[in-house]
């Protein structure tokens, strides 16, 4: 643990009577607009829940380890995709994903998790932490480190910062693919081979713009990004790179990376094996947060969290 970890979290041992553990919101201040905090605590008062606000990064993972620790009922992520990543992880590290009801109040720049179990709004998701439906969904996992949304190689930073609502809404995630070609005019590409499922079998080479991989997203061109939670399955798409001649145009990239084109291939596993064929390791994203590998090993936890869900949450959603 970081020096500044351990300090949150002395700060946090040293008031322990103060402190009422069965519902934890883990608040992270500065995400989105960071316009939110008092209206979070507000609500965390009405709903009688307990506050613990992040300083630092790492704080959120150790503030839901410790709160599950200490018996914890439901611990929420109020934040982005990096908070709801960190409090899902210190929730396993607690060993505690299958004893805590996991709940998310959407206070990021997309939100797209939150979107997908139906919490749209700060105040639903307090409604949704008191009394909404509770679900067993499953969670991916990357190399062994959680996830529960999304899994996502050969993103860049500065495409997905130039994405902006309104294009992601018309294009869904076309839209950073159309930003990738046009800042990456010479890309390359991800070399790849890809083995989906647990025969170990090639089911995809070549060079990618993208390689998706979504427990709690899946990725249409259009349409809801709500994958099935509780299938025990990965929802893959590999979007192949192609020639850049004319791809700039929106149009054309709709008619090339339709869901019956040859340029994508969509598959649904259990299990997937990505081997980066370069010497060196390409970024991947975990639900925001980044790393580098030359090769991932993907599986699905079924069934393995509770998590508290809005009434737009499908069991069977449409593909």
Known sequence: MKADEEGAVDDL????????YERVVVLNPISGDANHREQVKRLATEYDCTVLETQSEGDANEFARHAAENGAAVVAAAGGDGTIHEVVRGLGDADALDAVTFAVIPTGTGNNFAGNIGVTDIERAFEVLDAGERRRID???ANGRPFVNSCVGGLTADASHQTDPEQKARLGVL???????????????LPLTIAASDEGDVTWSGDAVFVLVGNGRRF?????????????????TVIEKTPTANLLQEA????LFGSETENVTHLKTPTLEIEVEQ????EFSLDGEKGEWDG???????HTMELAVGTEYERYPEE
Not at 279 to 282: A, C, E, R
């Open 279 to 282: 010497d060196s390791p390409v």
């Open 175 to 189: 839209a950073y693919v159309v930003n990738t070609l046009r800042l990456m005019t010479d890309y390359d590409g």
């Open 139 to 141: 969670l991916g996992t």
């Open 296 to 302: 991932l090993t993907l599986g699905v936890r079924p």
């Open 220 to 236: 249409p061109v259009q349409g809801r990004t709500q994958a099935n939670m509780e299938d025990g399955l990965l929802d893959v």
């Open 252 to 255: 054309t990239m709709q008619r």
């Open 13 to 20: 041992v040293a008031s322990e009577e103060a402190v009422e």
